[in-house]
Each structure stands twice: as C-alpha cells, then as structure tokens.
C-alpha cells in the first residue's frame, strides 16, 4: 500500500508540476519542460460514454528522465496520464497490482478522483511517437474511485493526446 501512495503521490505531482509554467498559456517550450498540444489542439476521451475533450490552454506535458506526465482538463474533468520507464514506443499496462513499470492514469473532477492504481484499476497507454520534444498516443481505461465522493468505475475509451515539452 505504501508503494501504491508513493505512485500515486508522484504521479500528481508530476501532473500538477506540468499544469504550471508561465502565466500566458501553452504558446512554447518554456524553461520547466511543459509543453503544447499539436495535431488538432486538444486531449480527447470517451468518459462513460460521454465524448471529452480538453481546452487547449489547458494541456501539458512533461518529462523528467524516462518518467512523462501529459494532463488534459476542461471545466467536468482533470485527466492525467502517467507514464514510467518510456524509452520509444511501446504499449504501458495500467495495472499496477500485476507488477506494472508505475504508469497510471488519474481523473479527477470537484468532488473526487479515480485513478487506475486502485485495486481492480486497468488499462493501456499506447505510445506511438515519443522524440526529445513530443510525446503522442492513445489509451483506454477502467479507473476506480479512490478519493472524495467519486463512486464506481469510470470507463475512459478512445482516448487521444499530441503534446510538445
């Protein structure tokens, strides 16, 4: 359990270390290796059934050694992938009980959060391009509630991100 607070604690401070930067929006690199959303200007996900997508200004990405963090949100959800031990391409399990490398993917909105690293959590992130500078893939995920009110299992498909550091 102590191993799965650690993650979880490193994950959010990843995310919420990419949603700083400067006070102007994403419009560049900056000094704190956060970045832009390229390609058609925003995360997208189905959220149980329901299309996402984030606002622009609002997408990030970041990285530190092999550890990425890529955080889109918009005015119902945060949505924060967490992605340990990429090195190129490849496909990271979610599930962290079966012994995954501690990627995970953490939804929040006002009144709770549910992330994949909660028991019976599951899913992938697919990395289809990661350069000195981008990182862009797919995922999909079962994410269990583990803080606040949020209750049941929230179902995120189809899920889409392009960001620059």
Same mark, same amino acid.
Not at 6 to 26: E, R, V, W
Not at 27 to 36: H, K, V
Not at 63 to 91: E, R
Not at 107 to 113: F, I, L, Q, R, S
């Given at each position: 359990?102590?191993?799965?607070?650690?993650?979880?604690?490193?994950?959010?401070?990843?995310?919420?270390?990419?949603?700083?930067?400067?006070?102007?929006?994403?419009?560049?690199?900056?000094?704190?290796?956060?970045?832009? #959303?390229?390609?058609?200007?925003?995360?997208?996900?189905?959220?149980?059934?329901?299309?996402?997508?984030?606002?622009?200004?609002?997408?990030?990405?970041?990285?530190?050694? *092999?550890?990425?963090?890529? #955080?889109?949100?918009?005015?119902?959800?945060?949505?924060?992938?967490?992605?340990?031990?990429?090195?190129?391409?490849?496909?990271? *399990?979610?599930?962290?009980?079966?012994?995954?490398?501690?990627?995970?993917?953490? #939804?929040?909105?006002?009144?709770?959060?549910?992330?994949?690293?909660?028991?019976?959590?599951?899913?992938?992130?697919? #990395?289809?391009?990661?350069?000195?500078?981008?990182?862009?893939?797919?995922?999909?995920?079962?994410?269990?509630?583990?803080?606040?009110?949020?209750?049941?299992?929230? *179902?995120?498909?189809?899920?889409?991100?392009?960001?620059?550091?």
């Amino acid at each position: 359990m102590k191993r799965l607070s650690a993650i979880l604690a490193s994950t959010a401070l990843i995310a919420f270390t990419a949603c700083g930067g400067n006070d102007g929006g994403p419009t560049g690199t900056n000094g704190n290796n956060n970045g832009t #959303v390229t390609g058609d200007g925003a995360m997208t996900a189905t959220i149980n059934g329901v299309a996402w997508r984030s606002v622009k200004s609002g997408d990030r990405g970041s990285k530190s050694g *092999q550890f990425y963090a890529v #955080v889109g949100l918009n005015s119902n959800y945060t949505l924060t992938l967490g992605i340990g031990a990429l090195t190129g391409p490849s496909t990271v *399990q979610l599930d962290l009980t079966a012994g995954g490398n501690g990627s995970s993917a953490i #939804v929040a909105n006002t009144t709770g959060g549910w992330g994949t690293a909660f028991s019976g959590g599951t899913g992938t992130i697919t #990395v289809t391009t990661l350069t000195a500078n981008r990182i862009a893939g797919t995922f999909s995920f079962d994410a269990k509630p583990g803080s606040g009110s949020a209750t049941g299992t929230l *179902q995120v498909r189809n899920g889409k991100f392009d960001v620059t550091f």
